[in-house]
């Protein structure tokens, strides 16, 4: 090697420890969020953290992005709006994240939009179902699930198909459970369903004996109901309790998760409820995605799990493709990217809004759940009808 040579080789080394040196000075990607760690949504804001956490692992297994590691911030919003409002401010003016990712449920993420938005934040939200957060011309918000109005149609549609003709709508008196039970009584007329009855009640009510006496009265086919875990736990002990018999009985969020039939036991078999993901499903990577997160965390992923999962993988492909964090060239990317993860498909149209997720319907039978509907996805014939208590 002439000396020649050698100077140019050394000159390369430079290059490349002054090149590493810059990315390194550069340090992770930084990654917002705030999270119901506690409060009302705190099982399913657990398990949206721990899909986050666990991507976070995996991208950075593969390199990071952009060669650079990714860090993901979390902050516990208590389940509270007006708490998730603060913590995005503070993620974005004092913290300076290069990124924020959505928080858990509609109305957390109703409020912090108006912060992302504000300061041209784009935010991948992969538990935010209600369709009017994504319709009100916001520019950096990004859908991952399908919209709340679509949880009960396989309910429906198999009550329909079924001869059923009457259903009581009820639902939490909060944004996404509200859009559930409109969207569901809109679907009931639709399939040619009567439907007899809709009440609201307030978030964090545990008795509904007076909501359910009423129900009984008017003996209903299908109950429809648009919960979160906690009500929908209380509502199937007390329709026991008060001997509440519809021959269907279908709830939106919580009825998914094992932590269900745990502390239900019995009175959980025959139940129907909306999922948007199950291990089951044909999607690339489940399995692993499955088993990878129970072996890091020790229980079994729920739908809130998969979806931070998939969500974060969605953020982290528009980043690539857009060769930046710049939130503008992260949007343009976003808008065009179809993607299939182990949560299924991904493509919105001009408002952020997905179109091309499915939902599915499960029913818990002798402790498991079967994917019911749609039929390309059942994994199990619905067991129908339900029986009363007294015979389960």
């Not at 389940?79 to 290069?98: C, G, N, Q």
């Not at 009440?199 to 964090?204: C, I, L, Q, V």
């Amino acid at each position: 090697m002439t000396f020649k040579t050698v100077g140019v080789f050394v000159a390369g080394i430079a290059v490349l420890a002054a090149t590493a040196a810059v990315v390194d000075a550069q340090g992770p990607i930084r990654i917002g969020a705030s999270m119901s760690l506690t409060g009302t949504y705190a099982k399913l804001g657990k398990n949206q953290h721990e899909g986050y956490k666990l991507c976070e692992r995996d991208l950075n297994a593969k390199g990071g992005v952009l060669g650079r590691k990714v860090e993901i911030v979390v902050y516990d919003d208590q389940s509270m709006p007006a708490t998730a409002v603060r913590l995005y401010e503070k993620l974005i003016t004092e913290d300076k994240v290069d990124g924020v990712m959505g928080p858990y449920s509609s109305p957390v993420t109703e409020a912090a939009a108006n912060v992302t938005e504000k300061y041209k934040k784009v935010m991948v939200s992969p538990l935010a179902a209600t369709t009017s957060i994504f319709r009100k011309g916001r520019k950096y918000i990004f859908m991952v699930i399908s919209p709340a109005e679509v949880y009960l149609e396989g309910l429906l549609d198999i009550a329909a198909k079924r001869g059923l003709k009457t259903v009581a709508v009820i639902n939490e008196d909060t944004l996404f459970s509200k859009a559930a039970a409109a969207g569901a009584t809109d679907l009931a007329k639709k399939k040619g369903l009567q439907v007899v009855f809709t009440e609201a009640y307030p978030k964090g009510n545990t008795d509904f004996s007076a909501l359910l006496t009423k129900v009984k009265s008017l003996n209903p086919d299908v109950i429809a109901a648009g919960t979160y875990f906690d009500d929908a736990v209380a509502l199937t002990r007390q329709m026991r309790e008060l001997n509440v018999n519809p021959k269907m009985f279908g709830v939106t969020v919580g009825g998914d998760l094992p932590e269900f039939y745990d502390t239900l036991k019995q009175n959980a078999e025959y139940i129907y409820g909306s999922t948007q993901w199950e291990p089951s499903l044909p999607y690339p990577g489940n399995k692993e995605f499955f088993d990878s997160y129970k072996k890091e965390f020790g229980h079994e992923p729920s739908y809130h799990s998969a979806a931070g999962y998939a969500g974060c993988l969605i953020y982290a492909e528009g980043v690539k493709r857009a060769g930046s964090l710049d939130a503008d060239k992260v949007r343009e990317a976003l808008l065009k990217l179809d993607m299939k993860t182990m949560f299924g498909e991904y493509k919105v149209d001009q408002d952020g809004f997905q179109v091309a997720h499915k939902m599915v319907l499960f029913q818990w039978h002798e402790g498991k759940k079967f994917t019911v509907w749609p039929d390309e996805l059942a994994a199990a014939k619905p067991h129908f009808p339900t029986p009363p208590w007294n015979q389960r």
